[in-house]
């Protein structure tokens, strides 16, 4: 009885909800077409609050000033609408205000050396400037410039010294590159390929990423061609590889007094290695590795022709025996970071594998140049300065044989000042930088260096200009880039 008194009561309720429904559903109709109509009216206000919000902010920007590369942008358009040839070019450059000091604290007395010339402190004021442009014609090529102060007799340094030649004479600016560079866009990602380059004139050092300045000064852009490749092996979420291989074909000395040229061939191989299995952090651990070789051909030619033993010259502290350079350098550096600030440690080995002396010297008087053909360093750089208020700090060690490398072309300013070689060296090498904004930044580098190994007296078999004291060397740079 309960169960049939339970039905009737819920088929009561469904005939009366139906008789709801059908009452209203009219009602209802009509009220969705109003809230349609109002929800659309509603869409196109907010459409139009926002076109104003965006006119306001665009117009508060402009009243504010524009941000950097927006300003960047604004020259380069007003540039290229008055100098059509200037679309699609890119340039600037950087100014160093330097203050250098250099302090002899030790003779080689031990070596019988009562000094030389140079021997006293110095300190002075320098200023480099480079300028250059870049265009990109947008169908593979770019062809560019830079100037730069310096002289035309040191191809290490780019540095004017104020106050020299006295009398406030002018300073000189020189063409530091002028370069052509084919890169075909075809070839940026043609399976295993991902990028192509070729370059020809005075240009960038191409081998400088993957060495250190035992082999070669920042400062130096040689001369000839360079090409290339970089190709993808590998490329996850968790790990990245490439490799990239670049050879170099570049004319050291064309010399009219000698039948042959100094010319530089150079072959360089590196691995790039980005990997998260390592570390259990969001950054990746970077491992770099790279294996060189420079081989200077004719050098014989360029070290012995007349005037060119000097000290200014290519032979600089290498012995005058040295008369082949065949350069194997190995480089392998690793980057992970430590509480978020990225630490790189690094190692650089270089041996000239052409290490015996001249054949018309008698071996027998210990005329090569075993002991001296090696050269190493190690080191670190902690943190990354590239926007205002970060900064990095770094240190390096060094020995370096007097005829590891070809001292013409490596770091200038390990070791005392002007004419002392930058050969037969050992040392620290330390400093730290600090980004006072985004483009300017204030630096300094110490230095504490003294010869390897100290002078024999003998120049025919021993080292040039080892009567060098040791010397503790101080650099404060203000950079200006633009």
């Known amino acids: 009885m309960e169960e049939k008194s339970m039905k009737v009561i819920r088929i009561f309720s469904l005939a009366m909800l139906g008789a709801f429904i059908f009452q209203v559903s009219p009602a209802f109709a009509d009220s969705s077409a109003e809230m349609m109509s109002m929800l659309k009216s509603l869409q196109q206000q907010i459409a139009n609050m926002q076109t104003t919000i965006d006119s306001q902010n665009k117009r508060i920007q402009q009243l504010e000033g524009p941000t950097t590369d927006d ?12 100098m059509p040839w200037t679309k699609g070019a ?48 947008g169908d593979d090529w770019k062809v560019g410039f830079r100037l730069a102060t310096g002289n035309t007799t040191d ?56 060495s250190t300045t035992i082999v070669w000064d920042p400062d130096v852009t040689p001369e000839g061609i360079y090409e290339q490749a970089n190709l993808g092996l590998l490329s996850t979420e968790e790990n990245t590889v490439k490799l990239q291989f670049t050879s170099g074909q570049f004319i050291v000395n064309e010399n009219a007094a000698v039948d042959n040229d100094a010319n530089l061939y150079a072959y360089q191989g590196a691995i ?6 390592w570390g259990g952090g969001d950054r990746p651990v970077d491992i770099h ?8 051909t004719n050098w014989f030619n360029t070290v012995k022709a007349a005037g060119n033993t000097a000290s200014t010259s290519y032979l600089r502290t290498n012995s005058i025996v040295a ?32 290490n015996v002396g001249t054949d018309d010297v008698d071996q027998s008087l210990g005329n090569d140049i075993h002991d001296t053909d090696t050269a190493w360093g190690l080191g670190f750089k902690l943190g990354k300065a590239k926007k205002k208020g970060a900064w990095e700090a770094f240190y390096g060690y060094y020995e370096i044989g007097a005829n590891a490398v070809v001292a013409a072309f490596n770091d200038s300013d390990f070791g005392g000042p002007g004419t002392n070689g930058f050969t037969n060296r050992k040392g620290h090498k330390f400093g730290a930088s600090y980004l006072l904004t985004d483009n300017i930044s204030l630096n300094w580098t110490g230095y504490v260096v003294k010869p390897l190994n100290p002078f024999n007296g003998n120049a025919t078999i021993g080292l ?19």
Do not use: H
């Open 90 to 137: 890119t340039y600037g450059g950087a100014l160093v205000l330097r203050y250098d000091a250099y302090e002899y604290y030790k003779k080689n007395n031990d070596a019988g050396s009562t000094g030389t010339a140079t021997d006293r402190s110095r300190n002075r004021f320098l200023f480099q400037l480079k300028w250059g442009l870049e265009k990109d014609y």
């Open 464 to 482: 040039q200009n080892a009567t060098n004291e040791s010397v503790f060397r101080s650099q404060l740079d203000l950079v200006y880039k633009f």
């Open 323 to 354: 008369d082949s350079f065949r350069v194997l350098d190995i480089y392998p550096e690793v980057t992970f970071y430590v509480k978020n600030t990225p630490l790189m440690l690094w190692y650089d080995y270089a041996v000239n594998t052409a």
């Open 71 to 82: 300003a960047k942008k604004i020259v380069r358009d007003s540039v290229a609408a008055a």
């Open 272 to 277: 790039n290695w980005s990997t998260y299995n």
């Open 155 to 210: 191809p290490n340094s780019t540095n004017q010294t104020l106050g020299n030649s006295g009398y406030f004479n002018f300073k000189t600016i020189n063409i530091d590159r002028a370069y052509g560079i084919y890169e075909p866009n075809g070839l940026k990602d043609y399976g295993l390929l991902k990028g192509v380059k070729v370059g020809a004139g005075k240009f960038d050092n191409p081998f400088l990423r993957y």
């Open 289 to 296: 590795a790279a294996v060189s070789y420079y081989d200077y």
